[in-house]
């Protein structure tokens, strides 16, 4: 591993401080057999559930870090994070409140909605077909959501444009690469690429970087950005138009990648630098060895800027503060 990587790893584990594996064994032993039986009854009624909280996971975290502030609801006072543009086709809320019910039940007023999202993200890429991987725990919930501050990523950021936005929060491009695989997984809202296939920065043809069987494909299933007025309704498609099963975690996104069938503008951006292009192919090519990187990344993004100790408070309801609570 790089210097530079190892600085970087070193900075996110202080920030971690008080994170541990284990951290409820003695508060409550059964969190991680609780949060992977609701995860599970989820997914045996929906194969896409996992690919949701995956997302709901990384659009916590990214902002603000781990603290739970996506799941919380706005109020006339507070417009909160999960009602900007960016998470308006955020799903998972209600299962994470299930899982909530079930942990309280079990575990009065002791585990965070933070923790709870963590580790029901780490179950969901399990059951994919993904790896399973050990959760540091002992986070604490925000006590501030605004609507003001969710600054996400486009899918139509450049390479750079994403780097920047990912070394601004602690993460690498070795984490952007190996993060963007989650798209190996569920669907994604037509009005998040729609310029790829109709408009590609105006100029009326498709983006010439897609594969041109897939952009026939996809306009068959998508209308054209002007007629788009809400973009939680607008159609969906797979991100994988290829495999039979497009709920299976796996590294065919770069394979994909590689035959210039990236849905996302981003994702195909991928092919643009050396560094980049060279880590899909290593990927495409070595599914165990992205399972693995995979589960470092995820798991460091899961440990950025988190609240432990005293700080922050465990939420009685995932969607709202507590009573002493600012959420102003």
Not at 26 to 53: M, N, Y
Not at 204 to 232: F, V
Not at 290 to 308: D, H, N, P, R
């Amino acid at each position: 591993m790089a210097l530079c990587q190892l600085f970087i790893f070193a900075l996110v584990v202080t920030a971690a401080g008080s994170l541990d594996v284990g951290f409820y064994d003695k508060t409550c032993p059964h969190l991680e057999i609780v949060v992977r039986k609701v995860v599970q009854k989820w997914f045996l009624k929906d194969k896409s559930a996992p690919a949701g909280l995956l997302r709901l996971h990384f659009h916590d975290c990214f902002i603000r870090g781990c603290d739970a502030s996506v799941l919380i609801d706005s109020t006339e006072d507070n417009i909160a994070e999960k009602d900007s543009v960016p998470n308006l086709t955020l799903r998972g809320f209600d299962l994470i409140d299930d899982i909530k019910t079930s942990v309280e039940a079990t575990c009065n007023g002791v585990v965070s909605c933070a923790d709870i999202l963590t580790l029901a993200a780490r179950d969901a890429v399990a059951l994919s077909g993904g790896p399973d991987y050990s959760v540091p725990t002992g986070r604490r919930d925000g006590l501030v959501s605004r609507i003001g501050e969710a600054k996400l990523p486009s899918p139509q950021f450049s390479i750079d444009q994403a780097l920047g936005a990912f070394t601004a929060v602690g993460l690498n491009l070795i984490d952007l690469v190996t993060l963007l695989g989650a798209h190996t997984i569920g669907f994604v809202h037509c009005g998040f690429f729609s310029d790829r296939v109709y408009d590609f920065r105006g100029s009326g043809m498709p983006d010439p970087a897609m594969n041109s069987t897939l952009a026939t494909l996809l306009k068959a299933k998508c209308p054209p950005p002007n007629q788009i007025k809400n973009i939680s309704l607008d159609p969906k498609v797979f991100f994988d138009q290829t495999k039979r099963n497009p709920f299976t975690f796996s590294s065919g996104f770069y394979r994909q990648v590689l035959k210039n069938r990236g849905v996302l503008q981003i994702d195909q951006e991928l092919l643009n630098t050396d560094v980049t292009s060279n880590l899909v192919v290593e990927y495409a090519a070595n599914p165990d060895f992205f399972k693995a990187e995979f589960a470092k990344s995820i798991t460091k993004l899961g440990s950025l800027s988190v609240l432990t100790g005293v700080d922050g408070e465990i939420r009685t309801n995932c969607r709202k503060f507590n009573m002493n609570a600012n959420g102003n």
